[in-house]
């Protein structure tokens, strides 16, 4: 029942943003879904699991977005820049987004354990999310990976795909900087322009 899952981590976020995660009760998800609590747990099983498949869709997310960023200019410096804004940006707009990339968990929010969970699960999404989740340095090694595989030219050769490979993780190290430390003026495109600009020269 994908329809109820998806209302069902709508809801879950949107109390998440409301109060701490701790305060977020099952039931009120369920009413706030328009669905039964017993949906609700054949779903995800448990709070946990609510947790882990919420912190799965946000992080799917995320990487959706690089993939957009990705394709979204033909110059491959276009690409990088586009993809370090969004990941600064997206940091700063979703909570779990940002915890997922720094690894700063506070207090307010679900910290599910990053490896894998035992699944009994009969939900195909829920037996995902079950599984491992991102950590910042796997967030570095997807987004670098996923960006050397759009840019690379068919043939690169090897010499030429690691010094890509160096350009993209810096693109996406950098961006992670400035969800840290946001940049001033000029922000984060400007600041990764410059190192790629540099790093080319």
């Not at 997807?142 to 690169?156: E, H, K, N």
């Amino acid at each position: 029942m994908p329809a109820a899952r998806e209302s069902l981590l709508d809801a879950a976020y949107t109390a998440l943003v409301r109060r701490p995660w701790s305060a977020v009760r099952m039931v009120d998800v369920a009413a706030a879904a328009g669905v039964s609590r017993q949906t609700l747990y054949n779903e995800f099983g448990s709070k946990d699991g609510l947790a882990r498949a919420l912190v799965r869709r946000e992080a799917d997310g995320f990487l959706a977005g690089v993939d957009r960023a990705l394709t979204g200019h033909s110059d491959p410096r276009d690409r990088l820049t586009a993809t370090a804004e969004w990941t600064a940006s997206a940091a700063r707009e979703n909570l779990l987004v940002r915890a997922m990339l720094t690894g700063c968990w506070s207090e307010r929010l679900p910290a599910p354990a990053l490896t894998a969970m035992p699944s009994t699960s009969a939900v195909p999404a829920q037996r995902r999310a079950d599984g491992p989740l991102p950590s910042p340095g796997d967030f570095v090694a997807l987004v670098r990976d996923r960006a050397v595989g759009l840019l690379a030219a068919p043939g690169t050769a090897k010499s030429d795909s690691a010094d890509l490979a160096r350009s993209c993780e810096l693109a996406v190290r950098l961006a992670l900087s400035c969800v840290a430390a946001p940049p001033g003026e000029g922000g984060v495109a400007e600041l990764v322009r410059s190192a790629l600009q540099r790093q080319a020269g």
